[in-house]
């Protein structure tokens, strides 16, 4: 799975980002009304702006981490779940990595227009981003199975 999924996420990945530096602006453009805009930022940080300006050293470490869950999926076998999770979160980790170190800037153009209070703050973010945290939410949600003694 990790070989036909990882490559064509994060090629999505970054034809979407090319999409969005070519056609988006800085202000708020509707999508699915007021549920979702389409806004373009460059972020040299990490999510919710930690680490402002450290795009070279955290790009090494995006793809130092997606490189070593390649490495994992590579020599062992893991249930689907985690295998999916894994994969998801290696996608994220190197289109963002990629991002960093060739621009020197995250591409992040998704953002959730609504009023509550919680998410109307909530960061720009990009399709690399929903991977990160959909695999981190499969790692947290997946059924596990019970170790026998």
Do not use: H
């Not at 680490?51 to 893991?78: C, D, I, M, N």
């Not at 153009?109 to 695999?135: M, Q, R």
């Amino acid at each position: 799975m990790p070989t036909i999924l990882v490559p064509l996420l994060l090629a999505f990945d970054q034809i979407l980002k090319l999409w969005a530096l070519e056609n988006l602006s800085p202000v708020p453009r509707p999508f699915l009304g007021d549920l979702l805009y389409l806004t373009l930022v460059k972020n040299t940080g990490a999510g919710f702006g930690l680490l402002e300006g450290r795009a070279f050293l955290l790009g090494w470490l995006s793809l130092g981490v997606g490189t070593l869950l390649l490495y994992l999926l590579a020599r062992r076998r893991y249930a689907f779940w985690q295998t999916l999770a894994l994969s998801l979160i290696a996608v994220g980790a190197l289109g963002n990595g990629i991002d960093r170190l060739g621009r020197g800037f995250v591409v992040d153009y998704l953002d959730l227009g609504t009023s509550i209070p919680l998410i109307a703050t909530f960061p720009v973010f990009n399709l690399a981003d929903v991977c990160v945290t959909a695999g981190a939410a499969l790692i947290l949600l997946a059924p596990r199975r019970k170790r026998r003694f």
